[in-house]
Structure formats: C-alpha cells, structure tokens
C-alpha cells in the first residue's frame, strides 16, 4: 500500500513514517522545510527516512499545481495529513499563517484526494478544538464551538470541510484531535523541549497559570501506533446517526473523529519534577498568568478509539519525559 504523508519532516509525520517504512509500507512524504523552527533538524529527521525505501518532495500544501502533480504521478491509497502551522501561542503572533497552511493547504490536500479517488484521508486536528469546554474528560462527542485560539477554530475548520468530502464525494475521513504529544525528535517551541534546554543550562522556565494546569501528555510513540491501526480501519458511515440529534464524532457519512490522548491528565508541576529527576538539576521557575489562547486543563475519553482499534495510550509520563530527556543529551552531545 502506497501512503502519503505531508509534514513528514516534522515532529509527528517523521515518526509516523518511520513507523510505517519499518512495516514495509511504501511511504511518499512532502514537507515544505520551513523555518519555523531549526530547519536541520528536518533535514537530519530526513537522513534517517531516506536510509529506507521512502520519495520525499519538499513542497508547499499551498502549491495548488505542485500538489496535484504529486497525487497524480504518485496515486496514493491513503493520505495522512499531518502538515500544518502549529502552536496555540504563535497563532497569536502571525495568523495569516494558520490560513495559509491550515485551510488553504487542506483544500488542496481535500481537492487532490477526490480527484485522484485515494482510499481515505486521516488527519491530524487537535484538543485545541475544545476551547471554552470544561466538561472533563473531553468526547467527540461534545460541543466544540468556541475556540480559544485562531490554531483551534482552523482545526475545527478541517473537521467541517473534511465531513462536507466526506458527504459529497464519499471520501472516507478520520480526524484525529491529539492532545498534547511529546517525545524525542520534538519540536523546540514545545514545553519539553524549552524546559528541558533550560533546566539543563540553569535557565529559568516560564511557568503559566502558576503551575495549575492539567495536561493529558501523550507520547509519541503511541500516537504512531494509534494511526498505523487506524490506516486499516477506514471511516465508515453510522447507520445509527440522526440528525434530529446529531452525533458530531460520525456522520451518515463515512466521517469519523477520534480523540488520541493518554486518558490521563498530568498536572505541569508533575511534569516538570520528572524531568528535573531525570536530568538531575532543579528548575529555576517563573511564574506565570494563563496566557491568552490557553486552556487550564485537558482529558480525553478515549474509548471510541479503543473499541475500533483495541489500544490505547498508556505510556507514563515518567517513561517518556526519560525518553526525550535520553534523545536530546545524545542528539545535542550534552554533558550533565
């Protein structure tokens, strides 16, 4: 099965291809290499997808005619889209960017998948889509109207536009809103990455809501191991969804979303003592108010997912902070 993966080069796709290589599927990757953070990390997470049988394009989602010739030679059976402007915060600072790559990209991924009549389409949402919701543990089930960042309200965009694919073309989709993933080969802007360089360097680490926040962490890996299961699991319609009260996880179509978390929330200052132990130093700490786009808490109900595939996210926090905090001492040659 030929697969085709944009943002392959960035924290999650280069995981998931190597995954996927490793299975022995037949891998297409496309990322456009920007710079929002070290471009040679991409390029290194590359070397590593190009020791195997992988095809690699460095092109933009927003390239309408790039991206159509790719579908075309290529026809893919499957696409997994993972390509995006990420980060709740950075929303804040350039938003155009998010249009850009969030919703014009989609389109041209959505309008490439009908016209070359690929299998299904998975792609990568997000927690963010629960905004102002402070029902835990958050369904797909529940009501996701009120973003709190311009990065949420694209990814419950790419929901609505994957459903209406979904109903015109019968394209089966499946969204996948991950919460709060971590591991090695993460990205620099994210939490673990920043607290980890700085503990080790005796920096101090911004600390938002003074430290009262809960977050359900989910490790890389088994993010990866969640979609590779789901690549044999298409979406497919509810017979039993009604519109007279509508289910907004299934459709009559063949549209389905799922949440991927750890199904267990961990609070930030637990986060931080497991990296403090395993690096050895403690965190010099700057307190801080909630920052604007922010949620205090997230939890996903993640048994829908369970019952389609037969896993779930289980990986401690323990296990998988001393994973990155092994990666980023070997991969930056640090010495404690």
Known sequence: ??????????????????????????????????????????????????????????????????????????????????????????????????????????????????????????????????????????????????????????????????HTYSSLYGIPTTGLRFFTVYGPWGRPDMALFKFTKNIIEGKPIDVYNNGEMLRDFTYVDDIVEAISRLIVKPAKANPDWSGKNPDPSSSYAPYKVYNIGNNSPVNLMEFIEAIEEKVGKKAIKNFMPLQAGDVPATYADVEDLYRTIEFRPQTLIKDGVGKFVDWYIDYYKVKL
């Open 1 to 162: 099965m030929k697969i085709l993966i944009t943002g392959s080069a960035g924290f999650i796709g280069f995981n998931l291809a190597k995954k996927l290589l490793e299975l022995n599927y037949q891998v297409i990757g496309i990322d456009n290499m920007n710079d929002y953070y070290e471009v040679s990390m991409k390029e290194n997470r590359l070397k590593i997808l190009n020791e195997s049988n992988f095809k690699f394009y460095p092109k933009d989602l927003e390239d309408r005619k790039a991206i159509n010739t790719i579908f075309k030679n290529e026809s893919p059976s499957v696409v997994i889209n993972l390509a995006a402007q990420a980060g709740v915060r950075y929303s804040l600072e350039n938003p155009h960017a998010y249009i850009d790559s969030n919703i014009v990209g989609f389109m041209n991924i959505l309008e490439a998948c009908r016209h070359s009549k690929v299998n299904q389409l998975i792609y990568a949402s997000s927690s963010s889509v629960y905004g102002a919701n402070t029902s835990l543990p958050f369904s797909t089930s529940d009501n996701i109207d009120h973003p709190l960042s311009l990065y949420a309200a694209t990814k419950k965009a790419n929901e609505l536009m994957a």
